[in-house]
């Protein structure tokens, strides 16, 4: 598990230290295709690091509160930022799209480990800063920005 976490390219700054600090207090996840891993206006109350599989992330549109497909991610990745770093309900469902295995955090948890290692913050902070370039990137494309 060490290995895929420290392959993961939004955790390559960390130390192996700290990579272990998570899997300690981390709990291994194992969902089936269609399970969901959270569900948008839930509350926020932990972070998941993909170790395999792949997930996909919708939001339920306001106008109609259809699903619209924002992402799709696999192994590398991590999903429940928004809500751990603000305190926010969940802002989009994520569900399995394939078998997935994830390494959650409780909200605490993280918490203890951004405590021992600050550098964590700043990799949340650039994970959403990427997400919120590439988004802003496709509403400008879509003529709507």
Do not use: C, W, Y
Request: no cysteine.
């Amino acid at each position: 598990m060490l290995k895929t976490l420290g392959a993961s390219p939004h955790l390559a700054e960390l130390d192996p230290s700290a990579l272990v600090f998570l899997i300690r207090f981390g709990k291994m996840r194992h969902f089936a295709v269609g399970e969901a891993l959270m569900t948008q206006g839930e509350p926020s109350t932990s972070i998941h690091f993909i170790l395999e599989g792949q997930v996909r992330i919708t939001r339920q549109r306001r106008s109609d509160g259809q699903p619209i497909q924002l992402a799709m991610l696999g192994s590398g990745e991590i999903v429940g930022e928004i809500g751990i770093m603000v305190d926010l309900p969940r802002s989009a469902t994520v569900i399995a799209a394939s078998q997935t295995t994830t390494l959650e955090l409780d909200a605490a948890s993280f918490e203890r480990a951004a405590r021992a290692f600050p550098i964590l913050h700043r990799v949340l902070a650039k994970l959403l800063s990427e997400r919120l370039r590439r988004t802003s990137e496709r509403v400008a494309d879509s003529g709507r920005g």
